[in-house]
């Protein structure tokens, strides 16, 4: 019997794009591979007529299976939504904007075949606003902890089926996909790969999006931010400490031999000010793990599938 190979591709408004997609660039990959083949679109909640397209297109194809959710979810909770619902001994991950090199797959496979857990897609020298923030978010992720996260690595990623049934054993609501694949600590292996441009549209991930979503990754998968924030109130503490006793030493046990003048006003507003700033921002701090937390505590599904709109999936949800 053959192995199956299940690919994982979230939508969201790719009405333009997502036929060219799969007939131009994905369903011929595939349709060269050794291996039976699931693919699983999932629609994020899509307000255009992506979800029709698919069905007019390819709705008597038994290898292509939609997941249509209730709602706009968020690309995490589709790629989830899609994880939870592949049956294949490797599962792929790739968007379906065309930006993924899907002529990679193969050589990802063929590393999987040589025993590789996971084999994630490394964006290679790109300049674009975007990569450059992946950059940005990956150092920033490093910083706080996480040492196994990699510059440029990318959703698109290949899973062996042992990892897809751990991934799918977390609850969590704020999740990051990428995240959480790294917190699993099975080791990876790399491809380089070369992004392309989108086949049509605009990329739906705004900046306030990816800045979200970067908050949303470091308070779910690190402890460090809490942590600084100690260290800080330790160093201001012993700066402020010091400070004070220059100031009483110079200026009214010595009798201001600096000529610093600095009255006991001005100095304390100074001091002042810098705490109720740092006071403000730990608790901002505070505050999102709480607001996390308060999410979690509610325990409801992660999302809703719309089975009228779906098709050959298991309709589970989670």
Not at 97 to 113: R, Y
Request: net charge positive; aromatic share 8%; proline share 3%.
């Amino acid at each position: 019997m053959k192995k199956v190979i299940s690919v994982v591709v979230p939508m969201f408004n790719e009405a333009d794009g997502i036929i060219g997609f799969l007939s131009k660039q994905l369903i011929p990959v595939l349709s060269g591979l050794k291996y039976d083949i699931e693919i699983i679109l999932v629609d994020d909640g899509s307000v255009d007529k992506t979800v029709e397209k698919v069905v007019e297109k390819y709705g008597d194809n038994e290898e292509i299976k939609l997941i249509a959710l209730a709602r706009n979810f968020g690309k995490e909770i589709a790629l989830t939504a899609g994880l939870n619902n592949t049956i294949g001994d490797a599962v792929i991950m790739i968007d379906a904007d065309g930006q993924h090199p899907a002529e990679m797959i193969p050589k990802m496979i063929e590393k999987w075949e040589h025993s590789a857990y996971i084999v994630t897609a490394v964006r290679g020298e790109n300049t674009t606003k975007h990569k450059i923030g992946s950059k940005i978010y990956y150092k920033a992720m490093k910083m706080c902890g996480n040492k196994n996260m990699v510059v440029g690595a990318m959703d698109y990623r290949l899973l062996d089926r042992s990892v897809v049934d751990e991934f799918n054993k977390m609850p969590e609501h704020n999740r990051l996909t990428r995240g959480l694949v790294d917190w699993l600590g099975y080791p990876q292996e790399y491809v380089k790969v070369h992004t392309k441009s989108r086949m049509s549209g605009k990329p739906t991930y705004s900046h306030k999006k990816l800045i979200m979503l970067t908050i949303d990754g470091l308070a779910s998968t690190s402890r460090t931010p809490l942590i600084i924030f100690g260290y800080i109130g330790v160093g201001i503490m012993v700066v402020s400490l010091i400070l004070g006793l220059f100031i009483l030493i110079q200026q009214y046990i010595l009798g201001d031999p600096l000529k610093l003048d600095w009255s006991g006003a001005v100095a304390m507003s100074v001091f002042i000010a810098f705490l109720v700033g740092l006071v403000l921002v730990s608790q901002a701090i505070t505050a999102l793990y709480i607001s996390q937390i308060h999410v979690e505590a509610k325990g409801r599904p992660l999302y809703i599938i719309d089975k009228r709109k779906s098709k050959g999936i298991k309709n589970e949800e989670k």
